[in-house]
């Protein structure tokens, strides 16, 4: 079915395809990005937010069958400081991230985005490709 | 394709499965509640332990498409304290998670287990049903 | 100057006293309860709340040097599902603390509580006592 | 007592001192990096282990009253990786950190340094100063 090896592939049920394991580690990537990194301090600096964006963007695509991931941080609605305690933090209101997963030849195009609609910040799935065709 | 109103399902493609979407949302908590609650201080008490993997639960429970989480937490491998300094925290090494995702009619049976052989917490599907059958 | 074997005291400078240990600890402690527990997911039912108040009171209280941890999320500031994706986490809006930290013979007040005129969950000190007066 | 306004200052206790303000925030700066970062997905690469240290630092100085803040990631105690699940996370076992927290004239010296003999993550003072001498 692939031409790796996966020495994890036996703790996974016989019936899970790769279809499945691409979509179940997009969807553990997107969680893990965002619960480590939101509540991090951030400053109104454009190279800083450029820099901040970099490493999220690596350090998450150190997970297994990652093969890319990109993180923009709305620099315009980081709040402007009013006080010296009031610097902002990162929150799901702000950031979007396109992650692309591949486990085999599959690869599963997702992300997360703030849906004003839902008032909630969405991981969703934008579709689902095999790499070989 | 299913009996409930899913008011994101705009936002995936339209070739995603009830499949995928319940596999997708399973890793989803299974990354947040590992990157949320890994580094919580811990003490050797069994009956904060016993809150503690409850509240873990009921937390990861409130995210959407979850239908349960069942968290257990190696009491055993708790570490005694030497020092006043030496108190736990929750590691990837004495978690285990049991996760069932139901999207539609499909439910994911997923999972955290720290595995020795490779030296990981891995995230895994254990099965996959239709709760219709 | 105190009664008790602190192992990490040489590694202080010498001109450290109680009451400055018994600050920074509290710093510490609130800091690390900040930066560990927001972002939790959480439910809008009251034994829940009390159980996540008093979880996370236990847990940063086996901190060293710390002696009492009071946690106090705002119910009604919770906000009603909407949707189900509109789940509520725990954020510096809805979060009160109270902690004490005791070095030697010093006790220190201090806090958490956000404060609508500077837009910021502040951590502060209430007052300072010598447990022996 | 100080030449800049501190629009937080009332809510503190009137006989917290500069010295204990500077204290305080230092702790709470430490224990907030801390509890933020460790657990973070990192890579063995050096120019990403760099870029690391500097954006830890700079989001941690966003903070009030933190003058500097110095991150070292031990490059040589990441651990090299034996399969592709095996990849490291920010631990208190590799990360040093040097912190200047600064409140009036008082400037405090702090850290956190991992103390083998104590199994710990040591946050310690090393000293504190008046600018003005």
Do not use: C, W
């Amino acid at each position: 079915m692939q031409n790796f090896i996966d020495p994890a592939m036996k703790y996974f049920g016989s019936e899970i395809t790769e279809r499945d394991r691409a979509i179940f580690e997009a969807g553990i990537s997107l969680g893990a990005l965002f619960h480590q990194f939101v509540g991090m301090p951030l400053k109104k600096d454009k190279k800083f937010i450029e820099n901040t964006q970099k490493i999220i963007s690596e350090s998450i695509s150190t997970q297994p069958f990652i093969k890319s991931v990109e993180v923009k941080i709305d620099f315009d609605k980081l709040e402007s400081h009013q006080n010296i305690y009031d610097y902002s933090t990162l929150t799901g209101k702000i950031l979007e991230v396109k992650l692309i997963a591949k486990y085999g030849k599959t690869l599963v195009y997702s992300g997360i985005k703030f849906i004003e609609e839902l008032n909630y910040p969405l991981m969703y799935i934008e579709k689902i490709e095999d790499s070989t065709i």
